[in-house]
């Protein structure tokens, strides 16, 4: 149990600001280099929020979270001083040293500030250098919506 809460410790500090994680189920082993939320799962940190069906969190040498990836039903809420969209897809990837998020498989995003759609079958936000980049498999094009103010 102490380990447990130690791990928690450390993903608090990771990400910065309160972190809350809940779930049907959760596995981690001694020293190990993984662990493992399943079954109606919910992160929440400050305005930001993922959900999904399994959330692994990989660890560095010291214990300390370098890689969360999010599967199954993944729904999000992401804000920072310059982003605010919601969203869904079928994986999420989250680096938190990096601040950037890679979102994979049937893609939507809602931008909320500037009230635009993106569509696509992967979508990279990096938050660290204010930069997105999307794109899509096949013949399946990206597909954005803007709004346009008529004169």
């Known amino acids: 149990m102490r380990y447990f809460i130690l791990f928690l410790l450390l993903l608090e500090i990771t990400l910065a600001g309160n972190l809350e994680v809940s779930a049907n189920s959760f596995y981690y082993k001694e020293g190990g280099q993984e662990a493992v939320f399943s079954g109606n799962v919910v992160v929440t940190q400050d305005q930001n929020k993922i959900t999904s069906n399994k959330i692994t969190v990989l660890l560095d040498k010291k214990g300390e979270a370098k ?73 399946k094009k990206v597909k954005f919506i803007f709004k346009v103010k008529s004169k």
């Open 67 to 139: 890689e969360y990836i999010a599967t199954g039903n993944v729904h999000f809420t992401l804000r920072s001083p310059k982003r605010y969209i919601i969203g869904k897809s079928h994986k999420l990837i989250y680096y938190p040293i990096e601040d950037k998020y890679i979102l994979i498989g049937n893609v939507y995003i809602k931008d909320k500030l500037n009230d635009r759609e993106v569509y696509g079958d992967e979508i990279i936000i990096d938050n660290k250098h204010g930069t997105s980049y999307a794109k899509s498999k096949g013949k």
